[in-house]
């Protein structure tokens, strides 16, 4: 439902998106509104988030994604398998690393277990809060997480890796069969709500993949969705994560983002070390390799591999690999580790 806040949110998102597009800084349509949104949070500005149109907007990528798997892309995966072997193991230092550090800043036990696994965000807070710990600092410092990653990695992109970030996110709408744009409509609304129903984690994403993944392999779907329709998912995106910083005192600002931000440093070179070691001994390119460690969100991640024109089967199912292993083995790992499980003082 469209109240005022939300409807005067939207018109700063899309403010922003026009003056980053008018000044011609890079993603426009993904750092405008992540920045309107954020300096207006910070600020103190009373803005709303979408709920389920934002939700519904990263359909858009998971179809984006499903429409890349082609019977190519499975040849490939075997290849892939060495790289991902390597998850586990960085999912395990970032714990061995992150815990500790969480609990020398003052965080008790659950909300420092659960703050340092790389997982999605509202999974680590459902589950961080369910246990026992501070939901508002988990959503901060994850939100800090996407924030700090989706920010840096476009100027490591270009920078160290030269990448133009003009790759093509898909074709215009009008140049796409009609047929195909309403099976990947389809897709995507059956996907998430089929995901949701099932309980498939990330069914936003995750049950449009599977969808368009299965019409592609089938031979019907032979494009991503159109370029409008990715705008779109990015413009919505840019505007949940500076949203998530509505109401956030100084306080929080000084002890709980100051610290996500000092964790995405050291998540940020362990990713670098894994990158090094990956494209040294040849088992990926440079590009595809730090995407695919790069600790951002999946939605993310997915965008920036768009316009970064990567691989974008490659990049996915690393980051996959990485969210399943964390949602399924984070609550079992609390549990052997005996963090404990009841509201910390």
Request: with cysteine; aromatic share 6%; net charge positive.
């Given at each position: ?47 709303q988030g979408l709920g389920q149109i934002s939700v519904a907007a990263r359909t858009i990528l998971g179809v984006a994604v499903g429409a890349s798997i082609t019977p190519e892309v499975l040849t490939r995966v075997p290849q892939m398998m060495a790289t991902v072997a390597l998850i586990p193991l960085y999912v395990a230092l970032i714990g ?162 100051t610290s996500g931000i000092a964790f995405v440093l050291i998540l940020a070179a362990l990713a670098a070390g894994f990158t090094e070691v990956i494209t040294l001994t040849g088992l990926a390119h440079p590009v595809e390799a730090f995407l695919a460690f790069a600790p951002g969100g999946q939605a993310e991640m997915t965008v920036l591999s ?40």
């Open positions: 439902m469209f109240t005022k806040r939300r409807l005067a949110t939207l018109g700063l998102a899309i403010a922003g998106a026009a003056i980053f597009k008018l000044l011609h800084l890079p993603l426009p349509f993904l750092f405008g509104p992540m920045a309107a949104c954020l300096i207006a949070a910070l600020a103190g500005a009373n803005l061995l690393i992150g815990v500790p550090f969480f609990r020398k800043m003052g965080f008790g036990p659950v909300t420092s277990w659960y703050a340092a696994m790389p997982g999605g965000l509202q999974d680590m807070v459902i589950f961080g809060t369910e246990a026992g710990g501070d939901g508002r600092a988990l959503s901060l410092i994850h939100a800090t997480r996407v924030l700090v990653i989706v920010s840096v990695a476009p100027l490591i992109l270009t920078t160290l890796y030269g990448v133009k970030l003009t790759g093509a996110i898909g074709a215009p709408m009008m140049s796409l069969p009609a047929g195909e744009l309403v099976l990947m409509a389809v897709a995507a609304v059956v996907g998430w709500k089929g995901g949701e129903r099932l309980g498939l984690f990330g069914a936003s994403i995750l049950g449009p993949m599977i969808v368009t993944a299965t019409l592609s392999l089938a031979g019907l779907i032979h494009a991503r969705p159109p370029a409008e329709a990715i705008v779109a998912a990015q413009l919505f995106i840019g505007l949940s994560i500076g949203v998530h910083y509505v109401g956030v005192t100084w306080g929080e600002l000084r002890r709980v983002v768009l316009v970064a024109g990567a691989d974008l089967g490659f990049v996915v199912l690393h980051h996959l690999t990485r969210i399943v292993l964390v949602i399924l083995g984070a609550p079992i790992a609390a549990r052997l580790m005996r963090v404990r499980t009841r509201p910390e003082d």
